[in-house]
């Protein structure tokens, strides 16, 4: 296949010439030219256009760029490698500061707190950051503006980093000051172009939050039109709860909420997908602006202090690794407890253990407890103390049912709550969760010959940028931002194991980014066309 071809007269900066266009809008494909003039689409038509390259799109689909809207690449743009894993699926735009973690806003007097925070949820440790850049999203932003960014992106602020900006990690009830405190944190974030705030309920110190907490927080969500996603308390035994607690925060306050990976885990839980879209889509009519985002995988990737109570850790690394002589009968059978929630011990693999001795990374809990004749629950404080709390694992605990009755839902969008990763070279980063590199192919390849490729294409592209306000992105019409993914629908697969994750999808042919083509036949061959993405 011809794929790229310059030609004499000069009209258009880039055409794409006799693809099948899918609009984003669900509007039915059609045959048609795209013309692009610096970072818009100009023309589209049946008409032939003139441009100074042309890409031949025959017998391929061309798409808007694909929008990941639980994405946890905040630190991508601080990093000399070009973190390519997400243009190889064919994502354009990504929005991080998810699950309420984040690299900004800080407060001086909380500064190493937040660094602690951090470095516990990413790869900080192996891609030094300064902190400097990211006291507020103002500084964030102007740094990124830089040509920094692989991809677009967009930010949410973590509710974690709000409150440790005022509280450190105080595991108090906030009072009325210190709510108002963070109200105005949170509105100088939005004011400065943040998409909208991240909640990690599960996660110290988004777990100390009081219901009252969150509500005033919402009320300034809803002042300023933003989404409000939610990694919720409890995602196992007590999922509806959980469910009814972000519907509850939705009714009371009018603003837009999400519901971050929305699975269902432990065995006994299997099935009640359906029980949750009825509730989700029962709030949806009575005028809840509820949604949720979930990724095609049946396991989930976390770091190991999801199998610690609660009470245990209240984020402080240090503390915590001191005491884990004293823990108490009672603390280990709660340990052993949430093992068997998250699947059992040999459905828990370490993904990335951070030890120079790697030979940790890639084994279940079950094997590594006998490798080093230990208890189950002594195994995951051992791993726990070594690493310093960063190692992570992936929790095989879902059924493949659930995840595909979640697809059915229209209040649902898919994302992949990972990151993007350099894919030319490895580092230390062990052998992370597939959906850092195959989320969106994967789910192209499950539906594709039972739903319409419109409605498919719709969930990734036009609805994640309704949802968040991405003016100008997710649809394929004139001014719009020429973003554009090209592939073969009849290739199109993923190839990242969970036995071998660093593996590029097929059938993704070109990637456009704000106009630029960065990646060309399956190959990224230029990168950091991105922009900052505000509202």
Not at 156 to 176: D, P, W
Not at 194 to 205: D, E, R
Not at 324 to 329: A, E, L, R, V, Y
Request: hydrophobic content about 35%; overall charge neutral; glycine content about 8%.
């Amino acid at each position: 296949m011809k794929t790229l071809k310059t030609v004499d007269e000069k009209k258009y900066d880039l055409v794409i010439e006799s693809g099948t266009v899918v609009f984003g809008n669900l509007k039915e494909k059609e045959i048609l030219n795209i013309g692009i003039m610096g970072d818009k689409i100009e023309a589209v038509s049946k008409d032939k256009l003139v441009g100074k390259k042309i890409i031949d799109a025959r017998n391929l689909y061309v798409t808007p760029g694909f929008i990941d809207i639980h994405s946890h690449s905040d630190i991508s743009g601080f990093i000399a490698e070009s973190c390519t894993s997400k243009i190889y699926q064919g994502v354009t735009s990504e929005i991080n500061g998810n699950c309420g973690i984040g690299i900004s806003p800080w407060s001086d007097e909380n500064r190493g707190n937040l660094k602690k925070y951090i470095q516990t949820h990413s790869d900080i440790n192996y891609y030094p950051i300064d902190l400097n850049k990211t006291k507020s999203f103002l500084d964030l932003k102007k740094f990124l503006e830089k040509g920094k960014l692989v991809t677009n992106q967009g930010f949410l602020v973590g509710a974690g980093c709000i409150r440790i900006a005022i509280m450190g990690f105080k595991s108090s009830e906030a009072n009325e000051s210190e709510i108002e405190k963070m109200k105005m944190l949170l509105e100088k974030q939005f004011d400065e172009g943040a998409l909208g705030i991240s909640f990690g309920l599960i996660y110290q110190p988004g777990n100390f939050m009081s219901q009252r907490e969150i509500l005033e927080l919402l009320k300034v969500v809803k002042k300023y039109d933003k989404v409000a996603s939610f990694h919720m308390r409890d995602e196992v035994n007590e999922i509806e709860k959980s469910i009814e607690e972000v519907i509850y925060y939705g009714r009371e306050t009018k603003a837009k909420v999400n519901v971050s990976h929305l699975k269902v885990m432990n065995r006994k839980n299997w099935g009640k997908s359906r029980k949750i879209i009825e509730m989700l889509e029962k709030a949806w009519k009575s005028g809840v602006l509820i949604s949720f985002d979930q990724y095609p995988y049946e396991a989930t990737c976390t770091n190991l202090f999801v199998l610690i109570p609660q009470n245990v850790f209240d984020g402080d690394i240090e503390t915590f690794i001191k005491e884990i002589p004293n823990f108490s009968d009672k603390v280990m059978s709660l340990i052993r407890e949430n093992i068997e929630k998250r699947g059992g011990s040999k459905n828990i693999v370490v993904s990335n253990s951070y030890l120079k001795d790697t030979y940790f990374n890639g084994k279940t809990i079950s094997e590594i407890s006998k490798y080093l004749n230990l208890s189950e629950e002594e195994t995951i404080l051992y791993i726990l103390e070594k690493s310093k709390g960063k190692a992570q694992a992936i929790y095989f605990s879902m059924d493949l049912e659930d995840v595909k009755e979640f697809f059915k839902s229209d209040l649902g969008v898919i994302a992949s709550d990972g990151n993007s990763l350099p894919m030319e070279d490895k580092f230390e980063l062990g052998n992370p969760h597939p959906r850092n590199f195959g989320t969106f192919p994967k789910y192209i390849w499950m539906n594709k010959d039972e739903v319409s490729i419109e409605k498919i294409i719709n969930r990734i592209t036009e609805r994640p940028a309704k949802l968040f306000r991405l003016e100008g992105r997710g649809e394929i019409k004139n001014g719009n931002f020429a973003d554009i993914t090209i592939f073969d629908l009849d290739k199109i697969k993923d190839s990242s194991t969970f036995q071998n994750s660093f593996q590029c999808p097929v059938g993704i042919e070109y990637v456009v980014i704000n106009g630029k083509i960065v990646l060309e036949e399956g190959t990224v061959f230029t990168a950091k066309a991105g922009t900052i993405l505000v509202n």
